[in-house]
């Protein structure tokens, strides 16, 4: 009997040994967002910022958990302390740094502006006095309502302004340049209704991070050097053939 016992004393130190080694990061993900971020038909969360995250921790020593999250609060969940960190297509923005830290870039992106394919609109100026959709709270939405003239109207995820721009609700809508290409080339349902037909000036090259609390150097120090590691092995290139098409 004490052999058993001892047995089995022996397991749950090795398992906790195991389990101390390696520290569990939690990520909050807003779901929505293909091909970075979205749950497929199993599912489960995945993207090419999942597969990013998830080859960082393996090369950096952490375990990923990926949290979905929706977008209106995910920076107050942080704030909260309901996460440790935001792996969401995240734009590292001057305001944004105020309230948070983020990694190293992970992934460029730009604008840009999806209208239907029998618009004859060619750039966002050319719909003044009309709507455009975007994610309420995105860098899409912000750069909307720098054009005068054009009306922005808001969304709680970026599916729901693509619907409304298939039905012609909407007269275009802008985001991230990966996503945009999704919906427009990929997306069954979207592609032969949908058109990428200008990048947006933004007078600035935006980048993806990952956001954590203000301050806390050692969850930072970590992340990075995943998303080094995983830049020096070439697996950006790898993710990019796989996610952006």
């Known amino acids: 009997m004490w052999k058993k016992t001892l047995f089995a004393f022996l397991l749950v130190l090795v398992c906790a040994s195991v389990a101390w080694g390696q520290k569990t990061i939690v990520f909050a993900v807003d779901a929505t967002w293909p091909p970075m971020e979205y749950v497929n038909q199993d599912k489960d969360i995945v993207g090419y910022s999942i597969d990013y995250m998830t080859a960082a921790g393996k090369l950096a020593g952490f ?6 999250t929706p977008w209106d609060g995910i920076f107050a969940g942080l704030q909260g302390g309901n996460y440790d960190a935001i792996c969401s297509s995240v734009s590292i923005t001057e305001k944004r740094k105020e309230a948070m830290d983020f990694s190293e870039p992970y992934y460029e992106v730009r604008q840009a502006l999806i209208v239907p394919r029998d618009s004859d609109a060619e750039t966002i100026q050319d719909l003044k006095g009309k709507k455009v959709g975007a ?8 750069a909307i309502k720098e ?3 054009v009306e922005p109207e808001s969304y709680d995820e970026i599916g ?5 721009l298939k039905n012609g609700n909407l007269a275009g809508v802008v985001c991230d340049d990966p996503v945009a290409a999704n919906y427009a080339k990929q997306k069954e349902g979207f592609q032969k209704n949908l058109q990428i037909v200008s990048i947006l000036d933004t007078g600035q090259t935006e980048h993806y991070g990952i956001a954590v609390q203000k301050g806390n150097e050692d969850l930072l120090q970590l992340i990075n050097e995943g998303i080094s590691k995983v830049k020096e092995k070439g697996l950006e290139e790898k993710f990019k053939k796989k996610w952006i098409k």
Do not use: S
């Open 135 to 142: 994610q309420i709270g995105t860098t899409g939405y912000f």
């Open 160 to 164: 729901l302004a693509m619907r409304d």
């Open 63 to 68: 375990e990923p958990v990926f949290k979905n």
């Open 147 to 149: 054009v005068e003239g």
